[in-house]
């Protein structure tokens, strides 16, 4: 079974930092692109970040570019979000999510993790 | 950076019915768009991609259309499980945005 499990989430206080992993499971993990996606309490779907599946590609949303770093390792078929920098409305659930194709972001993410709950606050 | 905007936010409807919900972008992307339902305290799922495209799995009655920048979800018949939040995501170019969400509401 193809699934995603994040973990890391937690309280920290503005300034502080927090990775989150993502790890997977029941397919090549390298061979496809891999995003994290945030969604802060009442509100919609907002895009972080994505890496392609060597890790040699990362993009980023212009709100956490120069604080957050997504990485991979693909020897652990894990999924990573380091995360500085952190204000309050960088609070929200954070949830990883499988390319449904390969190394194309062009196809939609078909399967999504639970998430992992990040409360930014003093 | 390309904006994504949802009609309606809200619909309310009844089970049976047909619903549509649009989504226009601010600039062309041919047809890279996706729609995802998510329930609340559950995962977004991968209904549509490439705007027409259906996801394996997802019920007939869930259909996607349009190209260039402006796109339609539709809903024929209405079912009980599909009272959900509806997000259209153009995945063109980075950043991948998402438009703002309806909520598919029971009349």
């Known amino acids: 079974e193809v699934q995603l499990l994040e973990s890391g989430g937690g309280l920290v206080q503005p300034g502080g930092s927090l990775r989150l992993s993502c790890a997977a499971s029941g397919f090549t993990f390298s061979s496809f692109a891999m995003t994290w996606v945030r969604q802060a309490p009442g509100t919609g779907l907002e895009w972080v970040s994505t890496i392609s599946g060597s890790g040699d590609s990362t993009y ?3 709100s956490v570019k120069g604080r957050f770093t997504i990485s991979r390792d693909n020897s652990k078929n894990t999924l990573y979000l380091q995360m500085n920098s952190l204000r309050t409305e960088d609070t929200a659930v954070y949830s990883c999510a499988k390319g449904s194709v390969g190394e194309s972001p062009s196809y939609g993410m078909d399967v999504w993790g639970q998430g992992t709950t990040v409360t930014v606050s003093s | 950076d390309i904006q994504m905007t949802q009609s309606p936010s809200s619909v309310s409807a009844s089970v049976g019915d047909r619903v549509t919900i649009t989504c226009r972008a601010s600039q062309g992307i041919s047809s890279w768009l996706a729609w995802y339902q998510q329930k609340p305290g559950k995962a977004p799922k ?5 705007a027409s495209s259906l996801q394996s799995g997802v019920p007939s009655r869930f259909s996607g259309s349009g190209s260039g920048a402006d796109f339609t979800l539709t809903i024929t018949s209405l079912q009980p499980e599909d009272f959900a ?11 991948l945005t998402f438009g703002g969400g309806t909520k598919v509401e029971i009349k």
């Not at chain 2, 939040?85 to 950043?95: D, E, I």
Request: net charge negative.
């Open chain 2, 46 to 50: 991968l209904l549509i991609y490439t």
């Open chain 2, 85 to 95: 939040t509806y997000y259209c995501q153009q995945t063109n170019s980075f950043p």
């Open chain 1, 60 to 62: 980023y949303a212009d």
